[in-house]
């Protein structure tokens, strides 16, 4: 049975930092595409980044430079490292695979705040 369980979210002051972390079980994670979104209130879902098998890395626009997605294969997970947060990164971010088909986990709460 396929599950990516996200953790790590959480509040945080702007300026700071969290680190979001995906498990995936059941077979999916080899020559998967990775990627983080996140959906804010009212608001489409958006993608944050990606990262392939082999490690290359895409980011949008407004978090070059402050995120960085990894994954470590052996260990079957993918994290994302979020610096400089500000209030508008404030989300549920959802980690998802790509392999074959979209496999998505349940999302984690950031809220960005003084």
């Known amino acids: 049975q396929v599950q990516l369980v996200e953790s790590g979210g959480g509040l945080v002051q702007p300026g700071g930092s969290l680190r979001l972390s995906c498990a995936a079980s059941g077979g999916i994670f080899s020559g998967s595409v990775a990627r983080w979104y996140r959906q804010a209130p009212g608001k489409q879902r958006e993608l944050v980044a990606s990262?392939?098998?082999?490690?290359?890395?895409v980011y949008a626009d407004s978090v070059k430079g402050r995120f960085t997605i990894s994954r470590d294969n052996a260990k079957n997970t993918v994290s994302l490292l979020m610096n400089s947060l500000k209030s508008e990164d404030t989300a549920v971010y959802y980690c998802?695979?790509?392999?074959?088909?979209?496999?998505w986990g349940q999302g984690t709460q950031v809220t960005v705040s003084s």
């Open positions: 998802n695979l790509a392999r074959l088909r979209d496999y």
């Open positions: 990262i392939t098998y082999g490690g290359t890395t």
